[in-house]
């Protein structure tokens, strides 16, 4: 297992910048791969966007495409979700999610992972 700690929310005006971290400890010797999830209030929680362990591959949900870049540092043991020109319905609590598996492996849906951090609140106020 590995622990995960979400990091670099805040409140912030539409159209403003934010860099959230997700930093893992534990049983990082592993290939992971990662993800961040958001969950508006009253709503489902939702992929935001995913990458492979070795991050040269990474999947969008159509709402973060061009606005949300998602990286990794496994040398750092952490992953990062660039969020520029944020809007209003973006704000959520967002959360970083991992699970051991090949190299290669992208993993969209909620369900795939079992590893979680506690979750970091983004708010965007107009």
């Known amino acids: ?13 539409a159209g403003d910048s934010l860099r959230l971290s997700c930093t893992a400890s534990g ?3 592993r290939s992971y791969a990662m993800g961040w999830f958001r969950q508006a209030p009253g709503k ?4 935001v966007a995913a990458l492979n362990y070795s991050g040269m591959d990474a999947k969008y949900a159509d709402s973060a495409k ?8 496994n040398a750092k043991n952490q992953m990062y979700l660039q969020m520029n020109s944020l809007q209003v319905e973006d704000t959520a609590v967002y959360f970083c999610a991992a699970r051991a598996t090949d190299v290669f492996s992208i993993l969209l849906t909620e369900s795939e992972y079992d590893n979680w951090g506690q979750g970091t609140q983004v708010t965007v106020s107009a």
């Not at 061009?66 to 540092?73: A, L, N, Q, T, V």
Request: avoid cysteine.
């Open 1 to 13: 297992q590995v622990q995960l700690v979400e990091s670099g929310g805040g409140s912030v005006k």
């Open 27 to 29: 049983r990082t010797d």
């Open 44 to 47: 489902r929680r939702e992929v």
């Open 66 to 73: 061009g606005r949300f870049p998602i990286s990794r540092d």
